[in-house]
């Protein structure tokens, strides 16, 4: 049970006492911040559960100007499934502001298979590599100056 769902169960009373309190009373405030507060110390917060235990249903994506309108993700081959099972667990956000080899990204889920939680993916595995291997590989550096590379650093005297 999530701190959000364990809040939305006691905010009818929370509420009611609120109402009743005439909204000047400071000790109310007080209490309110303090339910607030020992509700998110008193939920369940094992980070060893999943988020999800299964990939959400598959839903055809919209797409507006080569990506998908609700997720911001580039449209390609794979993008369905992408969204059913990467975003079940995490936002969209993950995935844009990263870049990864094929490899890079086989390794990311791997790591999430180990310590996320992060369900067997089967035959979608290759579909969703291909996919972020595609679409969220490294770029070529685009800035006015590149990186320095192969640096020889010395000690100031």
């Given at each position: 049970m999530t701190v959000f769902s364990i809040y939305i169960e006691r905010l009818p009373t929370l509420v009611f006492r609120f109402l009743v309190s005439g909204f000047q009373s400071p000790i109310f405030m007080l209490f309110l911040i303090g339910q607030i507060a020992l509700v998110a110390c008193n939920s369940s917060n094992?980070?060893?559960?999943?988020?999800?235990?299964?990939?959400?249903p598959l839903v055809n994506a919209q797409i507006k100007d080569g990506k998908d309108i609700a997720t911001g993700l580039l449209a390609g081959e794979g993008l369905n499934v992408v969204k059913s099972h990467c975003l079940a667990c995490h936002s969209s956000d993950l995935i844009v502001?990263?870049?990864?080899?094929?490899?890079?990204?086989?390794?990311?889920?791997?790591w999430m298979q180990e310590t996320q939680g992060l369900w067997d993916l089967g035959e979608s595995e290759p579909v969703i590599l291909n996919y972020?291997?595609?679409?969220?590989?490294?770029?070529?550096?685009?800035?006015?100056?590149?990186?320095l590379a192969e640096v020889e650093w010395y000690e100031l005297d």
């Open positions: 094992d980070s060893s559960e999943p988020v999800a235990t299964e990939p959400l502001q990263n870049r990864f080899t094929r490899e890079g990204w086989h390794k990311k889920i791997i972020l291997a595609a679409n969220y590989a490294p770029e070529e550096f685009r800035g006015r100056r590149k990186p």
